[in-house]
């Protein structure tokens, strides 16, 4: 029995993480504060950032989910004098992606709802991120298998978020090319080689940008915006594991991802 526990994280010590990050998340619901714009102004350039007590409240969520995680981590009896950075990465970016959509909703039933499947989704990846430690874990393939579906939902989210929120060009390009990066590079880094791609992850980061940058001004929806980018993401993630780890020859690992970004495409068309 001592040895099945060993492989979950303390409860109270996920207690409290979970309700450190939710609290922060209501905090923007409770407390009112004037927007401030931050502006620049040069010679045939103007650029303006509206910063509002959302943003840094999300961005203290995503403080705290990741030195959390690090003190969730630090306890797993596997750990030793490893570094436990790459489990650090997915939890911050996920309370990073649930506080926009929770910004944006209205206040209501619906924020409620959204509230809720934030925190089940925090606990699952806190959880999964623990359970990875140890590749030996009866739970690790489940949890593995959860990681890489849960990271791609989450850029579709972000996606989705960002054209629901408007934001221009000089802010999405960026945003898209570090959360594809970082998504790609924990997924790659999951494929059991123990291996950072980093090559691989600068690339699909800099497609899934520029594919943004192309469709920025395209009479898309949201999630047509979400699923034209969040296909590519998959298919290169898959080409990458597909040539560097199962040596697959360059013919045959592109069929799959041809046919992921068909069907995501078409599937974003039918949405209209």
Same mark, same amino acid.
């Given at each position: 029995m001592q040895e099945k526990r060993s492989y979950l994280p303390d409860a109270d010590r996920m207690g409290v993480l979970i309700a450190s990050v939710l609290l922060t998340y209501a905090l923007t619901r409770i407390v009112q504060s004037p927007r401030l714009t931050l502006t620049v102004a040069l010679p045939g350039f103007y650029f303006a950032f509206p910063l509002t007590l959302g943003t840094m409240m999300t961005l203290l969520a995503a403080a705290l989910a990741a030195s959390g995680m690090d003190w969730l981590t630090r306890s797993h009896p596997s750990l030793g004098k490893k570094s436990n950075v790459e489990h650090l990465l997915l939890p911050t970016l996920t309370t990073f992606v649930l506080g926009g959509p929770l910004a944006l909703l209205p206040?209501?039933?619906?924020?409620? @709802?959204?509230?809720?499947?934030? +925190?089940?989704?925090?606990?699952?990846?806190? %959880?999964?991120?623990?359970? &990875?430690?140890?590749?030996?874990?009866?739970?690790?393939?489940?949890a593995r298998s959860g990681l890489t579906a849960l990271s791609y939902a989450l850029f579709l989210i972000l996606a989705t978020a960002l054209r629901l929120s408007g934001a221009r060009m000089f802010?999405?390009?960026?945003?898209?090319?570090?959360?594809?990066?970082?998504?790609?590079l924990r997924i790659l880094h999951l494929d059991g080689t123990d291996r950072w791609d980093f090559p691989w992850a600068a690339g699909i980061g800099i497609v899934c940008a520029q594919i943004g940058?192309?469709?920025?001004?395209?009479?898309?929806? @949201?999630?047509?915006?979400?699923? +034209?980018?969040?296909?590519?993401?998959?298919? %290169?993630?898959?080409?990458? &594991?597909s040539i560097t780890t199962e040596n697959i020859p360059l013919r045959r690992a592109v069929v799959s991802p041809i046919i992921i970004i068909a069907l995501a495409w078409v599937s974003a068309i039918f949405l209209n």
């Open positions: 206040n209501g039933s619906v924020w409620w @709802a959204a509230f809720a499947f934030s +925190a089940f989704v925090l606990v699952c990846v806190f %959880l999964a991120e623990y359970i &990875t430690i140890d590749p030996s874990a009866p739970s690790y393939p489940f802010l999405l390009v960026p945003v898209l090319f570090i959360a594809a990066a970082l998504i790609s940058a192309g469709l920025h001004y395209w009479p898309l929806t @949201a999630i047509q915006f979400g699923l +034209a980018i969040t296909g590519p993401l998959y298919a %290169l993630t898959v080409l990458s &594991t």
